[in-house]
């Protein structure tokens, strides 16, 4: 996973810190390598995706919504649990998509807190 400019070895060094980068779970273009898997990719998009959505638009945050986005995470969680357990084979495609929703929910959660935060403890 080398890269061939001083831009793509700073992606591989900082991605190597947060992300196993397995060449077999690594979305690749052109013989270039992301900087972190087809799941944390998924993560990071979902992620993203979300924090820009609650710039432009209000979110009410109720308990419906945070149960949505624990249910949401669970499905990385299953799948990640049973490819390491090798009861089954996973695809990058099957883990960008849980990814996707894992970040999501993550985002959620992380607003929720924010806003339970200032909410609550006036932060």
């Avoid at 945050?61 to 986005?69: M, R, T």
């Avoid at 960008?96 to 200032?118: E, Q, R």
């Amino acid at each position: 996973m080398k890269g061939r400019g001083p831009i793509q070895n700073i992606l591989n060094v900082s991605g190597s810190c947060i992300c196993h980068r397995i060449p077999e779970r690594t979305f690749r273009v052109n013989n270039y390598y992301f900087p972190v898997c087809s799941r944390c990719t998924g993560i990071y998009l979902g992620s993203i995706i979300y924090f820009i959505y609650v710039y432009f638009y209000y979110v009410d945050y109720n308990l419906w919504l945070i149960i949505l986005a624990i249910l949401m995470i669970i499905p990385t969680f299953m799948d990640g649990l049973t490819q390491y357990f090798n009861l089954r084979i996973s695809n990058n495609y099957l883990r960008f998509t849980s990814g996707v929703l894992a970040g999501l929910g993550l985002a959620i959660l992380v607003k929720y807190f924010k806003w339970a935060l200032f909410l609550y403890f006036g932060l």
